[in-house]
Structure formats: C-alpha cells, structure tokens
C-alpha cells in the first residue's frame, strides 16, 4: 500500500513539465489544509488516476504528457489564484546576486566583499539599522543584492524573519530602508500515530517537528506523568497549523490547534482557543482549562532516577528522607518554571548546589537543585511564568551525577510532586462557552475531512484505477465540509 508522501515524491520525480510539477506540488501542500481539500476535491480523482500511471513506471510518453497538461488545466481557479499569488513574479534581474554571511563576519564585510565602495555600503547599513536588528545576524543569512548596468547598487534585500524582508534601495543621493511582509498561504496538518516506546521517539517517527513536539510535551505535562503513564500502544493525534511561503519554498510550524492522547486508562483532549477578551488557553472537551497550577514535570523529556521517599543516599551511603524527585537530565538541559510566580531565592545552598526557589501562590512553593547556571534575568524578587526556562541542570552540590531535584511544597512542608492532586484552571461559560463549542465542532470537522483524504489516497495506492466515482467524493465533502 502506497502512502500519501510516497505517492507526492514519485509524482514529483517524475519526468513532467515544470510548471505542472510545480502546481502539483503546490496541490499536494495546500490540500493539507480543509480548504484546499475542499477546493480540489473533483479535480483529486484526476491527480489520483494521473499517479497511478506514474507509479507503474518512471517512463513517460505522450499519454502522460497530455494527462499532465489535463491536470494541470483542471485546476480550479480559486485554489490557482490562493496558492499562486507569489508564484508567478519575474525571475530575478541578471544583475542580481545573492551571497551568504560568512562566520565572523560582518554586513559591511560582506558588502566589501560584494565590491560594494566602503561609503556605499556603510550607508546602506546605516538604513537597515532603522529597521533591523544587525545584531542578530547569523552565518548563512542570506542577503540578495541588484545592481544596475553600471554596477551601481539599486536594492538589497534580506530576509530576517519567516514572513518579512527588510530592503534597502537607493533613493535620490542616498538609500531608504522598510519592511516588507513575504506573501504566504496558512495550513493545517495533521499528524497520528501509535507510542512504541516513548513518546517523543514515536512523535519524531511519524513525521511530527521537534517544535511541535516540545510544545505537545509541555502542554501535556500538566495532566501526563509521561514516566509512569505512556505504554506501548497508547495513541496521539496533534493538529497544527503552518504557514508555507511559496517564494522560498519553505515551511514554518506554528500553533497546536488540538492534542489528544489515547492512554491505556483515559482519554486526554486539548483544544486552543481564544475567548472574547483575546485570553488565549487550551481546554479539554467540556470546556475546562487543561492547565493546572503547576506542571507535573518542569523539563521536556522526564526519566524519573530517584523517586519521592525514603532511600539510601547515592553519596553519603545511608538511607534518608529524599524529599524530591530527580529526573535524568544532561549538563545543560533546560528547566522550566512550573507555575507563575516569584522568585524567593536564586543562589547557591549548601548541598543543593546552585538553587532555585519560587513562591507561586500562598500554599505552593517548587525548588530547583543542582543547577550548571541560572536563566537570563532570574534573581530574588524577579517574576516567572509558568513554562519560562529559569535555569539549566548540572551536576553541583552533593551529587553523583548531572540531574535536576524538583521538589513542591505545601503550606512550606515537601509532598510527592507526582502524585500531588493540583488544582485546575479555569473554566468557560456563557457566550465563551457557546463559541468553544461551535469552534470545536469546526476543528473536528476539520480533522474529519484530512482523515478522508488520505483514506481516498490510500485506497487508490491499493487498489489501483478503481477509486471512488466523484459523485462519492462530492457525497463525502457535503457531509463533513464546513
């Protein structure tokens, strides 16, 4: 059985005219979307039929040739007109030339090393100053810059951000810099899977970004002891959204818009939603903030080393209270705050290495020990929010090895952190309520016709020519379109 991505790259490898291999290819991105499933639809079953001529062989005739030109006239025009806004501007001039910081070097160096006259290309940086931060400059930022005929420099672009160039052209005597925002199209993907063993590795298998994942982690942590809970044949889906840039062919991934994870014992939900007074949260199905008022865990990945309880001391050799938690963590890795509040003490203290101390509320305090260093601006007095990274482990104070000691007090007496029952969020009511309904509705819709897509995809890889007539399709979309 073929699957989505292995139909996409043969289609895309095959020996077909540009231009429609590059509208096929944009099909392929925005059908990830509803609405671009929704708008190619019909035209779908001719793709489907034109890919399984390509995957009886890479040769092509005259038949193929016609199928593609076929194809690529069926295009709808909404989805041509929304996918192609950008795609279809001039080729770069001829005396456009593209070149790409060096380490350690400098804008002004790579203006000099362009040819560009010294006073010219001081002056071209002094603009963008106005509307960049030259500072931030990696190696490898590309800068793309045009001259005219006489080699003088009209324009220099760079791209500073997913969705923004700053440019400078030359105006009068001098030069004149702004912004100018990249045109791009918003998706939506989705992304399932079954838990082999932890996770993170399972998430990573099924194509799911490192991004993505840290943020589903981070989300889930408020309800998941993802040492104790996770077991082979638990599931996860994760709906996000991502923004693609047609002019550089790129993708940036954004926004969870919905989790759920299937665990052996009970089924976890998370929605996003943005309630009247622009408070944005994530709530379960019924309403209820996910959120709770301290993270279980206050790092991304948790493998417990030494749990809450009596042990023998791994230094000192005799058994005593651990009044804590450690979790495996490198020399480096970053620590979360586990909940919003004030910083109490950030120094070090005693056996504890350097520490961390936060006072969240009148009843809850959470500690963190062994630190290699603090977070920028985390002192006595600072305020923190939850998720905020406030440190990173190490291995000082009385220790064996790098790890992170979390612990969480209660009316400033120590309790179990992973078995402590925290208070919940918020809830949603009245007109809030109303919306998060309906829009939940939507996003389950939404998901619906992606799972449909693919089912058609995937059957027509099985089963060869014989794929749903479009009456079928047409019945499908009325049934989950928005």
């Known amino acids: 059985m073929f699957r989505f991505h292995e139909i996409r790259d043969r289609i895309l490898a095959a020996r077909l005219p540009a231009d429609s291999k590059a509208r096929i290819g944009q099909l392929i991105r925005a059908s990830e979307s509803p609405l671009g499933f929704t708008l190619i639809a019909g035209f779908g079953l001719a793709l489907l039929m034109m890919g399984h001529l390509l995957l009886s062989g890479p040769e092509t005739g005259p038949e193929t040739e016609a199928a593609s030109q076929s194809i690529t006239s069926a295009i709808p025009p909404q989805l041509d007109e929304q996918i192609s806004v950008e795609k279809d501007a001039p080729p770069p001039a001829p005396a456009e030339k593209q070149y790409s910081l060096k380490r350690n ?33 990696q190696r490898g930022q590309e800068v793309r810059i ?112 919905q989790v759920k994870l299937g665990l052996r014992k009970r089924d976890l939900e998370a929605n996003y939603f943005i309630d009247a007074a622009g408070d944005a949260d994530y709530f379960d199905g019924d309403g209820k903030s996910t959120r709770k008022a301290l993270m279980k865990t206050p790092l991304d990945v948790t493998v417990v080393t030494s749990n809450y309880g009596r042990r023998k001391h791994p230094v000192l050799g005799y058994t005593r209270m651990h009044k804590g938690v450690d979790f495996r963590a490198r020399t480096g890795t970053p620590i979360m705050a586990a909940g919003d509040g004030v910083v109490e ?77 925290l208070p919940t969020g918020r809830e949603l009511k009245g007109a809030d309520l109303e919306t998060f309904a309906a829009q939940r509705t939507q996003l389950l819709a939404d998901i619906q016709q992606i799972q449909t897509q693919r089912s058609y995809i995937m059957q027509a890889g099985a089963t060869g020519p014989a794929v749903p007539t479009l009456d079928e399709v047409s019945a499908q979309v009325q049934g989950t379109d928005r």
């Open 345 to 421: 003490r950030a120094s070090r203290y005693g056996s504890y290495g350097n520490y961390i101390r936060i006072r969240h509320n009148g009843t809850y305090k959470t500690a963190y020990a062994h630190l290699s260093k603090y977070g920028k601006g985390i002192k006595a007095g600072a305020r923190v929010k939850q998720g905020q990274v406030i440190g990173y482990a190490g291995a000082t104070g009385r220790v064996s090895a790098a790890h992170l000691h979390y612990e969480v007090m209660m009316n400033d007496k120590q309790v179990n952190p992973l078995t402590l029952d």
């Open 146 to 257: 045009t001259s005219d005929t006489d080699g003088n420099v009209q324009e220099l672009r760079m791209r500073d951000s997913f969705d923004a160039e700053a440019v400078v052209f030359a105006a009068g005597d001098g030069f004149k810099a702004e912004r100018q925002d990249i045109g791009t199209i918003s998706l939506t993907h989705l992304v399932e899977g079954e838990i082999t063993d932890s996770l993170y590795l399972s998430a990573q298998r099924a194509g799911l970004p490192t991004k993505v994942i840290v943020d589903l982690i981070r989300l889930m942590s408020f309800d998941v002891d993802f040492e104790r809970e996770i077991r082979t044949g638990d599931t996860f889906q994760v709906y996000f959204e991502r923004q693609y840039a047609p002019d550089f062919g790129d993708m940036q991934d954004g926004q969870l818009l």
């Open 105 to 137: 070097e400098t804008l002004i160096g790579l203006l000099q090393r362009a040819d560009i006259p010294s006073v010219t290309a001081h002056r071209m940086v002094a603009s963008l100053r106005e509307v960049t931060n030259l500072r931030k400059l």
